[in-house]
């Protein structure tokens, strides 16, 4: 005799609501009477997006959980990882639903345009989730028109938005997590001042390339040296901590000196065991970033073949707006831009046999 399971049999549609999700598609230009064929298409589009924003928020609320831990080990680290990817991979989905929209006309838009005003994408509430908590800065923010980015949601809407501004992002968490890095103190030395010397040695090398040139000439020198010596200071946002705050201060830089220097290591030493786990970590983030701003690129590419210039249903300047949130609303692209500071693997100074044990996976087979 089989035991039955304690659970009652589910309906397909029953578990899925889809009555409710089916039938949520209110097309406005029935309403008024002037029927538009690609309101559907418009209204399920936007309810698609909405829907992989709640299942966005639902990923970074769990990774936002994991870093909020004191103490994270190697398979927190894994399964952030792992949230992650499946954040890309929905944004991928997200960027490809613009060429399902642009099968729309620019006319068949302006059959119901006027019906949608003052409506628009500056009223996702959980795309401004989204972006709160990834760690997007209200001063770093486009501004439309000197107004605040919430004064275009209802007041229930406006104070949930408001209240992720005051919470640590993933930003915050990430970079208290870099701050907490091991490894950097190397007993007698430090991974810092074998790495300025190693960066010295390269850039003295290039130096001499550029001298001992005979095929260039006196201007062709000079134009080198001068890309050699902006090469050299650059370095200073990893090494000098009075040239770091400067950039901080500047808004040309935003990781602090310690959790830069943290980054850097993890992606020089990515091939160690302990560290390839945190390598996926940064790279995934960039790829966010990446996605985002890909989106609103291509989000403003379609706004401008369907609307050229004119303004927004939300009162903006269309694709114009679209395009410099995309320029502005980078959130990790220090970590893209640590690429500046790798040095060769032939270069890198050479780890201490304790630090790399630390680092790796080491096993003793005891002798029968």
């Known amino acids: 005799m089989t035991n039955k399971k304690p659970y009652p049999p589910q309906y397909y549609q029953d578990y899925l609501v889809l009555d409710k999700i089916l039938n949520s598609q209110e097309l406005k230009s029935d309403e008024y009477g002037q029927h538009a064929h690609d309101e559907m298409l418009f209204i399920i589009i936007h309810q698609v997006y909405e829907l992989w924003f709640k299942q966005i928020i639902y990923e970074l609320d769990s990774v936002l959980e994991i870093f909020e831990k004191n103490d994270i080990n190697e398979s927190h680290i894994g399964t952030a990882v792992s949230r992650l990817n499946r954040i890309i991979e929905i944004q991928k989905i997200l960027i490809d639903q613009i060429q399902v929209l642009e099968t729309m006309s620019p006319m068949d838009f302006l059959d119901f345009r006027d019906f949608l005003i003052p409506a628009s994408g500056f009223q996702s509430v959980q795309f401004r989730l989204v972006e709160n908590k990834l760690g997007l800065k209200i001063q770093d923010r486009f501004s439309y028109g000197g107004s605040n980015y919430c004064s275009y949601l209802k007041t229930e809407d406006r104070e949930k938005v408001q209240g992720t501004e005051q919470s640590k992002s993933l930003f915050d968490l990430m970079e208290k997590w870099l701050e907490r ?177 630390n680092l790796g996976f080491h096993f003793h087979v005891k002798d029968k």
């Open 181 to 357: 890095t091991p490894f950097l103190n190397w007993g007698k030395t430090s991974f810092w001042q074998e790495y300025e010397q190693a960066v010295s040695t390269m850039l003295a090398d290039d130096r001499h390339l550029i001298d001992t040139n005979e095929k260039l000439s006196m201007d062709e020198k000079e134009k080198h040296l001068k890309e050699y010596a902006k090469t050299e200071a650059s370095f200073g946002v990893v090494l000098d901590q009075q040239q770091h705050d400067k950039m901080v201060e500047d808004g040309h830089w935003r990781l602090s000196l310690k959790a830069t220097q943290a980054a850097l290591l993890i992606l020089l030493y990515r091939d160690q065991p302990i560290l390839h786990n945190p390598y996926l970590l940064l790279t995934k983030l960039a790829d966010v970033d990446e996605l985002f701003t890909t989106w609103r690129y291509r989000h403003a590419l379609m706004v401008s073949r369907m609307i050229g210039r004119k303004i927004g249903t939300g009162g903006s300047t269309g694709s114009e707006y679209l395009t410099k949130t995309a320029e502005k609303h980078r959130i990790f692209s220090d970590i893209g831009e640590l690429t500046t500071f790798l040095i060769p693997r032939s270069s890198l100074p050479k780890l201490p046999q304790e630090v790399e044990n």
